[in-house]
Each structure stands twice: as structure tokens, then as C-alpha cells.
């Protein structure tokens, strides 16, 4: 029973392309967020939906947007993708917006050729 | 704005050896504070947090407001402690979105 799920864990693609990746947690929480560690292990909030309430990191370009159907999944749309965006993203979920304590899925890792 | 400074990347140690990672903050609030930890091939998870003031594998963390730090000590290293460990700190309000500092790699020598 895997709280946090995210997939596919493993995405090469091209340069140009337009992805997604899904996230989803079966763990009731109201709050889930994606994070981007880059390739010196640096984790750095890109956004966090809260009961239909998006809140965005403004260095995030608008090639990236999340949609939420539902509390219980949020996913990440990538436009145009470009080397930079090579990564490993997190998503996460929280109790409720200031619960603290994060529950991780097991990254996504994403190359850009 | 809430910022979270992890001065050390690597720390190397031996088995047996006391362990500090260190973890300043800045926030001008009341912060909520958290030690993240990541195995090899395993997600983040929670080690402890600041309010919760428990030992957790051994490790501990005490919340010094007048330096604004939150250092992870362990008297003694496993080698299971290898591992990367991030700082992390929730905020008030429209910030509480947990930032993370830039992680630290411990590695614990046989």
C-alpha cells in the first residue's frame, strides 16, 4: 500500500516534448505539493495545492502546470521541454496545509536529451 | 522570506564517531523545524521534527532560537546513518510551505 505514488519513475525524452508525470496519495491528505531536485541534490518547492487552491513558486516557468482533479492526486504538466528541466521530481501530500510533516513519493526522474 | 542554509554537502566520518550536521535558518516568524532523511534508492522521509523534542535512531535536534539553528547530532555513527539528510522549515501563514536546504551527505567509514 504505497502512500505516495508517482509515475513513471524513469521519463527520457527530447527536447520540445510535452510530458506528464502523476502523482497520487491514498492517505486522505488535503495538501500536496511537487518539488524539483536538481543534480546537486537541491530541493526546491514548485508548487502546493490546498482544497483547490494553487500556490505557485514565481520562478517556475508557465511551461509548467500542475492540474488537480481531486484532493487525492495532482499532476505535473511539462511544455516544451528543455535540457535544464532534466531532474527528479517529488511529489508529496501533508494532513493539512500547515500539518509539517511531508509523505514523499519516490521521485520521478526525468532526462532531456 | 524563509531561507534555510545547510553549510556542509559531504560529512565523513567513522563508525563510532560523534556526528553534527549543521542547519541554520532565517524566518522571522515562530518556524516549525524538520530533519528530513533519504536513503540509497528510498524516498525522503521524516526524522524528526523540532516539537516533537524525541530521539529518533539515535539522533537529536534542539531548536536554538538565538542562533537560529536546528544542528542533527548522533554520539555515536552507524554506517547505516549513510545517507543525505536535509533541513527543513515550515513557516506561518501564506509560508508554510516546507523549504528544504540544500542537503548533506553523510557517509559512515567501517
Known amino acids: 500500500d504505497t502512500a505516495v505514488s508517482q509515475t513513471p519513475k524513469y521519463l527520457v525524452t527530447q527536447m520540445g516534448n510535452d510530458k506528464s508525470i502523476k502523482c497520487e496519495q491514498n492517505l486522505g491528505h488535503d495538501t500536496m505539493y511537487w518539488y524539483k531536485q536538481d543534480s546537486k541534490k537541491f530541493l526546491k518547492i514548485m508548487f502546493s495545492y490546498n482544497n483547490k487552491e494553487l500556490i505557485i513558486n514565481e520562478t517556475v516557468p508557465n511551461r509548467f502546470s500542475p492540474k488537480s482533479p481531486d484532493k487525492a492526486h495532482l499532476n505535473l504538466h511539462i511544455n516544451s521541454l528543455e535540457l535544464g528541466d532534466s531532474a527528479v521530481y517529488f511529489c508529496?501530500?501533508?494532513?493539512?496545509?500547515?500539518?509539517?510533516?511531508?509523505?514523499f513519493g519516490e521521485g520521478s526522474r526525468l532526462t532531456v536529451l | 522570506a524563509q531561507r534555510v542554509t545547510q553549510p556542509e554537502k559531504l560529512l565523513s566520518v567513522f563508525k563510532g564517531a560523534p556526528v553534527e550536521l549543521k542547519c541554520n535558518y532565517s524566518?522571522?516568524?515562530?518556524?516549525?523545524l524538520f530533519w528530513y532523511v533519504q536513503y540509497s534508492r528510498q524516498r525522503l522521509q521524516l526524522l524528526l521534527r523540532h516539537i516533537s523534542r524525541e530521539s529518533i535512531k539515535g539522533f537529536t535536534a534542539d531548536l536554538n532560537k538565538g542562533e537560529t539553528s536546528f544542528h542533527l547530532k548522533k554520539p555515536f555513527a552507524q554506517e547505516e546513518d549513510s545517507a543525505m539528510y536535509y533541513c527543513?522549515?515550515?513557516?506561518?501563514?501564506?509560508?508554510?510551505?516546507?523549504?528544504f536546504g540544500r542537503g548533506t551527505s553523510l557517509i559512515v567509514h567501517p
Open positions: 524566518y522571522s516568524g515562530s518556524p516549525e
Open positions: 527543513a522549515l515550515s513557516g506561518q501563514g501564506g509560508s508554510y510551505i516546507p523549504t
Open positions: 508529496a501530500s501533508s494532513q493539512a496545509a500547515r500539518a509539517g510533516e511531508l509523505f
